[in-house]
């Protein structure tokens, strides 16, 4: 039996159902214990984003109707008989349910949940026509059988041997991922990443967690450290043992990774490890000497302290970018001017001044930045510079950091363009990235398109690969919000001043005509979008004042759905994309995503419960390099095999493979944050901008977000929120080391 206990307010309604065993005794009466509620698992309605939060419905001998029930409950099948405890209560819009605090599992004993539980995804390959088939031959003694003699499966059509060992080996897998969840429970900790921790340590699991339970931080993804913490303190680790203070600390340095800075200073990492830990300074000062003896930490500057991987990326590329400006290039002489004047009659464009300064600086230098706002000009520069280097035989690779803007950049240029990851060859089968220091690059000239998304470790696989011969040419906008991950290289590649730096500032006249490109620029110098003047016909910029945002909601919606497909041609599930500064509140992604989702893809078919459904837009949230898909990648779940519990979710035209385990990687992405959004451009953008939103409304990022629109883009929100946005041109310092070390 695995037990689930729910935290969180208790909500007992005036005379709740008593209902004990599997009948029903006492009628209304008012109580403040729990009460006992038992029955079948029949089907799951909703599952939310955490996993382990549901709605589903239980059905209970002696009543007609299944029971609505919510609450907490990882992993649910349905067929388990469940034992629960709470108290009902009447929603005001879904009526009467049983809100239950504990969960008391089983599995199932009766043919009927027999065969509901194993055709309700629990394991690959049994689907509800197979589940049939074997409860058929072997009625109540199925689940002895799958787990003890898994040849016997042989006897049921359809099944080979293969698959009936495989059947066998995921049965007794969840087996144990109970067992797993039984322990956490005991020690007070949800355990909804249960098949996460049994994936990753197998039947060590309990064993690892009660050596070291703070390895669940650093090892489990979604486990943070105060979970661990809980577990510590649960098996009796003391508060101020030196171990937590290290395990603390490591986790400070995690959050600062998290917020983009690649080192903290000292006496900030020791506030927040006390604010965090609670326990005197000293032994945190300890824990310091102990990391950075151990190799987990580096001290710079007797006050910076860097993750030591962080430390060690920073300090190569650094090295690694002054080694590649110093060093001599062997490319064939080319002049200048003659080489502008032959590539202007071959494509028939005019350069500008800049851009022929751009392409002689190019040809010049061996690390150039080449950086711009929209409509400057910088993809005719990079056409011409290419067709220039082409015609003399030059090898150029073309690379971005995502999947998206690597597209952008082939089209633009008509070139095949690279993520940087596929130009360096990674392979998680042979141990990362196969272009390397050892087998570098096989070209003369490589060029990164928004660089300003490429974080320090990115950056460092690059140089590692980057031939010293060769050029490296980095193209992104400098005002832009910087990269997710750790860093702010473009931006302190600029500062050092050791790297020449093209500007291009100049707008060119059919940009002009684009009030998106207008604007943006407007709102990157401080001042306030407009609109077209009445009168003047269909424009591709709109700021439509909205205070309240709950009208914002319902304005924005009625965009998506009606507006912009009647008036523009634009498809509301491929083409339109809303960006919202925030996660939370009303005109927050996750609000976004359940109202967008409800409106565009009310009947997909649900996968678990209904945290997912077949049509959705999704977006993978971290890197998969065994997928070969990147965090901010978007894509569409395009069908569900209930047998194998696996979706397909297409990126790009690629299918990529998901089990229903695998699915907390991707996240609805009818909504995301703009953060996110960064190096992908989409034919429609909405961006809700309220004073919901005012501690991060900031300039960079409403110029970022407006820049993302290609052909339309629509500002819903309130002006005093707006203009605060626009005159917010503070920018959060990132602590980095890397411009004064280049």
């Known amino acids: 039996m695995t037990i689930f206990r729910n935290s969180g307010t ?45 709605v589903a419905k239980l059905a209970v001998r ?40 504990e969960a008391h599992s089983t599995a199932p004993s009766t043919v009927q949940g027999i065969e509901k539980y194993l055709s309700s995804s629990l394991i690959k390959g049994i689907g509800p026509e197979m ?42 897998e969840q087996k144990n991922i109970r067992e797993v969840m039984l322990f956490l429970q005991t020690h007070g900790v949800s355990p909804t990443y249960a098949f996460k921790i049994f994936k990753k340590y197998g039947q060590a699991s309990v064993d690892v967690v009660s050596r070291n339970p703070y390895c669940l931080a650093a090892d489990i993804p979604g486990i943070g450290f105060r979970s661990a913490d809980r577990i510590a303190g649960s098996l009796g680790v003391d508060m ?36 965090l830990l609670g326990i005197d300074v000293r032994i945190l000062e300890n824990a310091v000497a102990d990391l950075a003896a151990s190799g987990h930490l580096t001290l710079e500057s007797r006050d910076r302290v860097y993750p030591a991987l962080m430390a060690r990326r920073e300090n190569s590329v650094a090295e690694r970018i002054g080694n590649l400006v110093t060093s001599p290039r062997l490319l064939p002489p080319i002049k200048v001017d003659a080489a502008i004047s032959w590539v202007e009659g071959r ?62 950049l082939a089209e633009a240029t008509g070139r095949e363009a690279k993520t940087l990851h596929r130009l360096l060859e990674y392979s998680p089968g042979e141990g990362g990235f196969q272009r390397n220091a050892a087998r570098p690059l096989e070209v003369d000239v490589i060029v990164v398109d928004e660089a300003s998304m490429v974080d320090v470790s990115l950056m460092h696989y690059l140089l590692c690969a980057v031939p010293v011969q060769a050029t490296l040419l980095l193209v992104g906008d400098a005002d832009q919000l910087p990269s997710v991950g750790p860093g ?14 093209v500007r291009l500032e100049t707008v060119f006249r059919q940009a002009r005509s684009s009030l998106i490109v207008t604007n943006a620029h407007l709102v990157n110098e401080g001042h306030m979008p407009v609109n077209l003047e009445p009168g003047e016909g269909l424009s591709d910029f709109y700021l439509i004042e909205r205070e309240d945002p709950d009208e914002a909601l319902r304005l924005l919606k009625e ?120 190096g992908s451009e989409y034919p429609a953008v909405i961006i809700p901008v309220t004073t919901q939103h005012y501690v991060l409304l900031r300039r960079n990022l409403l110029y970022t977000a407006m820049t993302r629109g290609k052909r339309l883009v629509i500002v819903i929100g309130s002006p005093r929120a707006i203009k605060m946005a626009v005159e917010n041109r503070i920018v959060e310092p990132r602590y980095t080391g890397l411009a004064e070390k280049v």
């Not at 203070?245 to 998290?258: F, M, P, T, Y």
Request: glycine fraction near 10%.
């Open 10 to 54: 208790k909500r007992t309604l005036p005379e709740p159902k008593v209902e004990t065993g599997m009948g029903t005794s006492n009628d209304h009466k008012t109580s403040d214990r729990l009460v006992t509620l038992e029955g079948i698992l029949d089907r799951l309605v909703f599952t939310g984003d955490s996993g382990d939060f549901v």
């Open 240 to 275: 101020r043992s030196p171990l937590r203070a290290r395990a603390g600390i490591l986790h400070v340095l995690d959050e600062i990774q998290s917020e983009g800075h690649v080192y903290f200073p000292l006496v900030k990492v020791l506030d927040r490890s006390r604010n």
């Open 347 to 408: 494509t028939g464009i005019e350069l500008s001044q800049a851009q022929k300064q751009a392409v002689a600086d190019a040809l010049e230098h061996k690390v150039l930045i080449i950086t711009g706002g929209p409509g400057t000009g910088k993809t005719t520069l990079l056409k011409s510079l290419i067709c220039i280097l082409e015609a003399k035989k030059i090898r150029v690779a073309l690379a971005a950091p995502t999947g998206r803007a690597a597209k952008r």
């Open 488 to 501: 702010n290289v473009l931006g302190d590649l600029i500062a050092s001043g050791k790297i020449h730096t």
């Open 62 to 101: 002696g009543r007609r109707e299944t029971v609505t029930i919510v609450g907490k409950l990882p992993q649910p099948h349905p067929g388990e008989n469940l034992v629960l405890k709470g108290n009902w209560e009447v929603d005001k819009k879904f009526g009467e349910q049983f809100r239950f605090q």
């Open 131 to 172: 589940a049939s088939r074997i409860t058929a031959m072997f009625g109540a003694r199925t689940l002895d059988v799958i787990e003890e003699d898994p040849q016997a499966l042989l006897k049921v059509p359809g099944i080979g041997r293969v698959r009936a060992e495989k059947i066998s080996e995921a049965f007794r």
């Open 559 to 678: 965009m998506v759905g009606r507006r912009i497909p009647d008036r523009f041609g634009l498809s509301p599930t491929d083409d339109v994309q809303v960006l919202s500064p925030m996660h939370k509140g009303t005109l927050g992604t996750e609000n976004l995503n359940r109202e967008l989702r409800e409106m565009l893809n009310p009947s997909g078919v649900p996968i678990r419960g209904d945290r997912f459904r077949v049509g959705d837009r999704v977006m993978q949230t971290r890197n998969n390099y065994d997928k070969e898909v990147f965090n901010g990648d978007v894509g569409r779940i395009v069908s569900y095999d209930s047998e194998w519990s696996e979706a397909i979710v297409e990126f790009d035209g690629r299918p990529v493979t998901y089990h229903v385990s695998e699915m907390d990687e991707v996240s609805l992405a009818y909504a995301v944050s703009v953060h996110k959004s960064q």
